[in-house]
Nanobody
Framework: VQLQASGGGLVQAGGSLRLSCTSS????????MGWYRQAPGKQRELVAT???????KYGDSVKGRFTISSNNAKTTVYLRMTSLKLEDTAVYYC?????????????WGQGTLVTVSS
């Protein structure tokens, strides 16, 4: 599974940004796609995920501000980020997961930097 993310950049606090992530390769078994982020000196944390059935999950710090969605083919996910705060500055990683009886296979994209300035 290959994941190609795009859309990061510099934005002022209070502004908006949209990230995209397109999957390719052996994606038939992928059940979920989404985003995690990692700020300098911090652990990677959940931002948002969406299952192939459309069930969404958000990290507490982004609820009400970020919206995750996917295309009809479930091959691309989008993250609409609004009301951005300085603390949203991080490298955002696209992820895809295959949940199966033996466990979870998780795949990661290369990361895209989001910088929120004052």
């Amino acid at each position: 599974v290959q994941l190609q993310a795009s859309g990061g950049g510099l934005v002022q606090a209070g502004g908006s940004l949209r990230l995209s992530c397109t999957s390719s390769g052996s994606i038939d078994s992928i059940n979920e796609m989404g985003w995690y982020r990692q700020a300098p000196g911090k652990q990677r944390e959940l931002v948002a995920t969406i299952t192939t059935g459309g069930v969404t999950k958000y990290g507490d710090s982004v609820k009400g501000r970020f919206t995750i969605s996917s295309n009809n083919a479930k091959t691309t996910v989008y993250l609409r980020m609004t009301s951005l705060k300085l603390e949203d500055t991080a490298v955002y990683y696209c992820t895809a997961a295959d949940f199966h009886p033996r466990g979870i296979d998780r795949f990661w994209g290369q990361g895209t930097l989001v910088t929120v300035s004052s």
